[in-house]
T-cell receptor, first 115, second 115 residues
Framework: DAGVIQSPRHEVTEMGQEVTLRCKPISGHNSLFWYRQTMMRGLELLIYFNNNVPIDDSGMPEDRFSAKMPNASFSTLKIQPSEPRDSAVYFC?????????????FGDGTRLSIL | AQSVTQLGSHVSVSEGALVLLRCNYSSSVPPYLFWYVQYPNQGLQLLLKYTSAATLVKGINGFEAEFKKSETSFHLTKPSAHMSDAAEYFCAVTPSGTGGFKTIFGAGTRLFVKA
């Protein structure tokens, strides 16, 4: 079975540029999470979707960050304009439903470097 | 409010030795507890989970964890370390009835295995 698929795996761009990260959750999963991982702050939840609807975006750091989920099989996280402090590994995860006993299935992440 | 504390950001063991990674949590309601493993350049993968059934939970790769309510702990153990166990391990807690987006991850413990 295909897991959570993220693209690109690596992204290097200059500050000020727009960055779009993509995620395809596991088929049949209806909850999707975007995380950011850094050495300093660990794993931070940015936004959570349930049935394609954003439920909690309190972790989105600034208005420069936005996320969409136009359908059950695709989500994007956009940063515009990007800044060097946005450099991190961004993970997408999905679960079968929103119940709290469900483990999260993670993609392999996008390593983002903003120069 | 819930929290997760992993004692020791780094643990080093010799191959064949006991692995013990410590996790303590606080939660205002009965929690669901998880251990995840992260190998380099990969996302987090579920090792095991506690969801109020047996207090001793067996996971993949020979790992197990015991839920001790009186100690608010969920330590991860493996009787004999292999070189392939070298990775970062995350403890996570989700208060029951709150939904997966309330999952809190610990800061992680990096396990080193010496030959």
């Amino acid at each position: 079975d295909a897991g959570v698929i993220q693209s690109p795996r690596h992204e290097v761009t200059e500050m000020g540029q727009e960055v779009t990260l993509r995620c395809k959750p596991i088929s049949g999963h209806n909850s999707l999470f975007w995380y950011r991982q850094t050495m300093m702050r660990g794993l931070e939840l940015l936004i959570y979707f349930n049935n394609n609807v954003p439920i909690d975006d309190s972790g989105m750091p600034e208005d420069r960050f936005s996320a969409k989920m136009p359908n059950a099989s695709f989500s994007t996280l956009k940063i515009q304009p990007s800044e060097p402090r946005d450099s991190a590994v961004y993970f997408c995860a999905s679960t079968r439903d929103s119940q709290s006993n469900q483990p999260q299935h993670f993609g392999d992440g996008t390593r983002l470097s903003i120069l | 409010a819930q929290s997760v504390t992993q004692l020791g950001s780094h643990v080093s063991v010799s191959e064949g030795a006991l692995v013990l990674l410590r996790c303590n949590y606080s939660s205002s309601v009965p929690p669901y507890l998880f251990w995840y493993v992260q190998y380099p350049n990969q996302g987090l993968q579920l090792l095991l989970k506690y969801t109020s059934a047996a207090t001793l939970v067996k996971g993949i790769n020979g790992f197990e964890a015991e839920f001790k309510k009186s100690e608010t702990s969920f330590h991860l153990t493996k009787p004999s370390a292999h070189m392939s166990d070298a990775a970062e391990y995350f403890c996570a807690v989700t208060p029951s009835g709150t939904g997966g987006f309330k999952t809190i991850f610990g800061a992680g413990t990096r396990l080193f295995v010496k030959a």
